[in-house]
């Protein structure tokens, strides 16, 4: 995997939404599983939502259960995470990251990635 590039962020009020998407490049995308990260000043990066490779299993953090949804399009090698009713405490900065790996289960781990996009601001007005 070459290259992945976030978009989508940027200031939404609570309860809003926002879709992230994360673009990637450079390798066979349905080889790999995906994740997106979060940051927030002065806290470790947390996974929030992960993919395995062909999308049968996801990981979700409890913080965020039923309200982001993690989708992967290997056709057009894009992720998504899709984040309705928004909350102050969703503010930082968000990561997509991807590895190539046979898992059949979501990784969960910054350590168990190989590839990081930029990152993309959201910010979560109260």
């Known amino acids: 995997q070459g290259e992945l590039v976030e978009s989508g962020g940027g200031l939404v009020q609570t309860g809003g939404s926002l879709r992230l998407s994360c673009a990637a490049s450079g390798g066979t995308f349905s080889w790999y599983a995906m994740g997106w990260f979060r940051q927030a000043p002065g806290k470790e990066r947390e996974c929030v939502a992960a993919?395995?490779?062909?999308?049968?299993?996801?990981y979700y953090a409890d913080s965020v259960k039923g309200r982001f949804t993690i989708s992967k399009d290997n056709a057009k090698n894009t992720v998504y995470l899709q984040m309705n009713s928004l909350k102050p405490d969703d503010t930082a900065v968000y990561y997509c990251a991807a590895v190539r790996s046979l898992s059949p289960v979501a990784l969960t781990e910054p350590s168990q990635y190989a590839y990081w996009g930029q990152g993309t601001q959201v910010t979560v007005s109260s």
């Open positions: 993919i395995n490779r062909n999308g049968v299993s996801t």
